[in-house]
């Protein structure tokens, strides 16, 4: 996959990221700028604490919901939110 590189990118194109950088600054300064990571705080949301989710990974990887005398073939998302509600 090739990079997009601000070398490649036309003379308008450039004006206009430095318009938009500009804008930024005046109305927030050097903050304004900076790239934050996207989506929520790592970790956040959690419901399983980190021995129940070792568990859970164990469980899936060693066995097949079959063998847990689960309806499923095959790891889904429901049959790990169905094993995670019957442990």
Do not use: F
Not at 3 to 13: C, F, H, N, Q
Not at 72 to 82: C, K, P, T
């Amino acid at each position: 996959m090739d990079k997009i590189d601000s070398r490649t990118l036309p003379v308008a194109a450039l004006n206009e990221r430095r318009r938009r950088a500009v804008k930024a600054y005046r109305a927030g300064g050097w903050k304004a700028l900076d790239v934050e990571r996207p989506g929520r705080p790592q970790g956040t949301g959690r419901t399983l604490t980190a021995e129940q989710e070792r568990e859970v990974q164990r469980l899936i990887r060693d066995r097949t919901p079959d063998q847990l005398k689960m309806i499923y073939a095959l790891w889904s998302r429901q049959a790990v939110a169905e094993l995670i509600l019957n442990r």
